[in-house]
């Protein structure tokens, strides 16, 4: 089969197969659809639940909960279950793909994805890890959208000695999907991605945890006053536990040293605002401020007040 067709788009593969139709697995299958890069798709998923909504919102061809009927023949399977679970998952339905397959994933975590899913998976099929770097605190078939990979960085992880025409192929399936891609080793991701996306949400968890504990203030009060930037960590600490759970038991190791450096730097600020070093706070402000500044600058943000939410300011407001 030809890579691209006339016009550089991808050509499609014959059939896509998602085992978990929640936030990611279904925003792939919609925006798979949109963009013509599977003739049919194919939804695995435990849930009877979610089975039927897929089936109602109409974004696969087939909805099965037999992982190996689901996944025989497919030139692509892409596993979207917490990170937790790809191994099992990946030793489930190794008797079942088809030679020549790829498989890959859009686990948070790489290296123990690849540790966990590479010994299960036969010689004759390609595992080509991936993350895209997008998603909502939200979770489950509903919460899907076509557009979530627009404009959005997926990272490629694939081990030594993948077939680098695989490689190219799941490149040209996210690059279908709106993202850009870059490729990188699993313990590079997990380190990139700790500091910027798993210690965040370990902040966010943590903060609301400690308000909610106040003793001296209220919940009420918490929700009523949550505008001043508490309102930015609730929405990150709304994030799935199982995902966020499975995220921190499997990036271990670059979760704790990024902490270590970030409980020594919190300690600096500390002293500084005891010794009303106003400088130094000063000074880190202002370089925090043009790392933002920069982020807006590439696109990976709104530079809009509150993050382009309706209904700023102070005061009850809905939810953006
Ligand atoms: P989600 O909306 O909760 O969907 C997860 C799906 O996996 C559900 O259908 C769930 O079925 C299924 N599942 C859970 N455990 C399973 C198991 N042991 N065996 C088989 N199926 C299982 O989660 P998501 O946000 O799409 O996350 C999926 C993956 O994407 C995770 O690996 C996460 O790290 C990654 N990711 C997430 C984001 C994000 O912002 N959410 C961004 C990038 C990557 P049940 O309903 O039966 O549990």
């Known amino acids: 089969m030809p890579e ?3 016009a550089g788009r991808p050509a499609p593969f014959r059939r896509l ?28 998923d435990r849930d009877a639940g979610v089975r039927e909504r897929v089936r ?12 190996a009927a689901g ?4 030139d692509l399977v892409v596993l979207c279950v917490p990170v937790g679970a790809v191994g099992p998952v990946a030793a489930a339905m190794a ?3 088809a030679p020549g397959a790829i498989v890959s994933d859009v686990g948070s975590v790489k290296g123990a994805v690849v540790a966990a899913a590479a010994p299960h998976l036969p010689g004759h099929v390609a595992f080509v890890p991936a993350h895209p770097v997008a998603g909502t605190e939200h979770s489950g078939p509903d919460a899907g ?8 960085w997926c990272i490629l992880t694939p081990p030594e000695g993948t077939a680098p025409a695989a490689v190219a192929r799941v490149r040209a399936f996210w690059e279908g999907l709106g993202s850009v891609v870059e490729t990188m080793t699993p313990a590079h991701h997990d380190l990139v991605l700790a500091i910027t996306s798993h210690v965040p949400h370990l902040i966010a968890y943590n903060i ?23 309102r930015d960590f609730t929405r990150i600490a709304a994030s799935d536990p199982t995902m966020w759970r499975d995220v921190f038991l499997t990036n271990k190791d670059a979760v704790l040293e990024m902490l270590g450096r970030f409980n020594e730097d919190l300690a600096a600020l500390a002293r500084a ?10 000074a880190l402000f202002t370089r925090t401020r043009a790392i933002r500044r920069g982020i807006v600058a590439v696109g990976q943000e709104t530079a809009e007040p509150d993050f382009g939410r309706r209904g700023a300011g102070p005061g009850p407001k809905a939810p953006g």
């Open 17 to 44: 197969a998602l085992v978990g139709l929640g936030l990611i697995g279904s925003s792939i299958a919609r925006g798979a659809r949109e963009a013509g890069l599977a003739r049919e798709i194919v939804a695995i």
């Open 4 to 6: 691209a067709d006339a």
């Open 95 to 97: 008797g079942a793909l």
């Open 208 to 230: 609301v945890g400690t308000a909610a504990d106040l003793e001296a203030v209220t919940q009420s009060e918490v929700i009523k006053f949550s505008a001043g930037g508490f």
């Open 56 to 67: 109602a919102l109409g974004i696969a061809d087939v909805a099965t909960a037999d992982l």
């Open 71 to 74: 996944v025989a023949g497919a």
């Open 145 to 152: 959208f076509a557009s979530l990979f627009h404009g959005r």
């Open 273 to 282: 605002i005891r010794w009303d070093d106003g400088e130094a706070l000063h």
